[in-house]
């Protein structure tokens, strides 16, 4: 497997503050450090503190398991949407999140209106292999990724060709933005690890399409 980081910074691709890199149907935006480490920090703390996490279910094959992570959707009271059989209601803002919101926007001009968190206890905690492609996020979204806590791998393969496949490492106050065609041609997830982690925070920031 090839580690998209080393493979683009060895061609010159990324710089050390971000820039889009395209590649095979895949449009992403990379920014190590997006937020530094001390103000991640203070961010890190807060979301632990003030998000409401839930073990939610998904139905997989036929049957209803647990997510192997804990969860909670925020946004603008018309951002549902359904997911794996649930209906996504999504939670007031919080302050914490609206800053986050913020940022993004203020550097990159767009217009979120709601935001998954995901927090993983540990290694064990993990997201399967999937495209955020629901109708409600229309055909070619853009969804914002910042990531707190303990560094994990961030794995995307070709709908394709499922041994074509990348890998970045995404780490304290990262920003990964993917837009374009990469939900219609690559799928991402967070794979399990046997290593002792610390627990790691993802917000997705989105905005859906509401069909109300």
Known sequence: ?????????????????GEWIEHDGLSLYWHPKFIETTLADTYYEALQANIQWQQGYIHLFGKTQKEPRLSAYYG???????????????LPWNNTLLSLKKRISIDKEYHFNSVLCNYYRAGQDSMGWHSDDEPELGASPAIASISFGETRRFLLRQKKHHKNKLSISLAHGDLLIMSGETQANWQHHIPKSTKKLSPR???TFRHIKSRL
């Open 1 to 17: 497997m090839r580690s998209i980081t080393d493979n683009l910074i060895q061609n010159n691709y990324l710089q050390k503050n």
């Open 76 to 90: 603008d009271a018309e951002a549902q949407y359904q997911y794996s059989g649930r209906s996504m209601i999504p």
């Open 201 to 203: 925070i993802n917000l």
